[in-house]
């Protein structure tokens, strides 16, 4: 009999391999493995910042501070690669100020006893303020390693090729899924998503698990700043507009239940991926506007929505 909480995640593979099957179909050219290398290389980035959006809805929080982490990790990186400053300084140095940033919204969030949604907001406004202060213009960026690193491509058998960007958010990944499952920290996550009452009464680290997560999903969004860097080559205040909704999305439609405890990375993944094959299609397509992607992701929304409320309601009934 299989479990419950494995069905949205195989809806969301079904979704996925129905709705690239039926592009195939009525596309040439549509069903190749580069078509499907192309989805990660155009959402490498928002490959990353869902892992930690991941967590942190796992956790029974949510962070809208996403997007806006972006953009100031583009801005500040533009800024001081312009300035002269090396690259193996600037990275390590943004991806420091994400987590920083993450960290003093989760003890903010835990100590102060404050909404998640509020906190981020907050948040979200702040990094979004900051883009401004350092410049309301584009910061082209002509740094050498940054060119090199957008322009390289690793070639794979059979003429196909991905980016670094690719590989960066696969490793991410990876170390997402053996983060959720394989470490103590994981079930803690899963635990203070799933009651945090409980969790309190079992012993667990509810402070320092809170603002970790937080700090995860701020070092996430500034990592899909900097590979977000790579692919734009600029920094400005606008890039990543509404992203975080765009991971909010990806993680629901991949099976994570918005109340926290229940969900996976894998699942996540296949989520970002749908959202890439509706684009691609509609690319293919050519007469569609690219609104009808939000069009359809709000609709498979609702879908989800609907869906990990009858779960719930079940199991609550199960256990009555």
Not at 83 to 91: K, N, Q
Not at 289 to 306: A, D, E, H, M, Q
Request: a positive charge; one cysteine or more.
């Amino acid at each position: 009999m299989l479990k419950r909480q494995y069905f949205p995640i195989l809806v969301t593979v079904g979704l996925f391999a129905l709705m690239f099957a039926a592009g195939s179909f009525r596309y040439t050219g549509f069903f190749s493995l580069q078509v499907l290398l192309n989805l990660m290389i155009d959402n490498s980035f928002l490959l990353i910042a869902t892992v930690g959006m991941t967590f942190v809805i796992l956790s029974g929080g949510i962070d809208l501070s996403v997007g806006s982490v972006i953009a100031m990790t583009t801005m500040i990186s533009a800024s001081l690669l312009q300035a002269g400053w090396s690259p193996a300084v600037v990275i390590p140095l943004v991806l420091a100020i994400g987590a920083l940033f993450g960290w003093g919204m989760g003890a903010i969030i835990h100590y102060f006893k404050i909404q998640p949604f509020i906190v981020t907001l907050a948040g979200m406004f702040l990094a979004r303020g900051l883009c401004y202060i350092i410049s309301i213009n584009t910061i082209t960026i002509d740094n050498p390693f940054y060119t090199s690193v957008a322009q390289t491509k690793i070639m794979l058998p059979g003429g196909n090729f991905i980016s670094v960007s690719v590989i960066i958010a696969l490793l991410v990944i990876a170390f997402g899924i053996y983060l959720a499952h394989y470490t103590r920290f994981g079930r803690n996550i899963y635990a203070v998503g799933g009651s945090e009452q409980s969790a309190v009464l079992m012993g667990l680290p509810i402070a320092m698990t809170k603002m970790s997560v937080y700090a995860f999903s701020g070092l996430c969004s500034a990592l899909a700043g900097v590979v977000f860097t790579f692919y734009m080559l600029s920094g400005y205040g606008l890039h990543a507009l509404g992203m975080e909704l765009d991971a909010i999305a990806a993680v629901v439609i991949g099976g994570t239940l918005l109340t926290g405890g229940v969900g996976y990375i894998a699942g996540t993944f296949f989520g970002v991926m749908i959202q890439g094959v509706i684009q691609t299609i509609i690319s293919f397509e050519g007469t569609l506007s690219s609104w009808w992607t939000k069009i359809v992701i709000g609709l498979l929304l609702f879908v989800f929505i609907l869906l990990q409320r009858v779960l719930s309601e079940r199991s609550l009934a199960q256990k009555h």
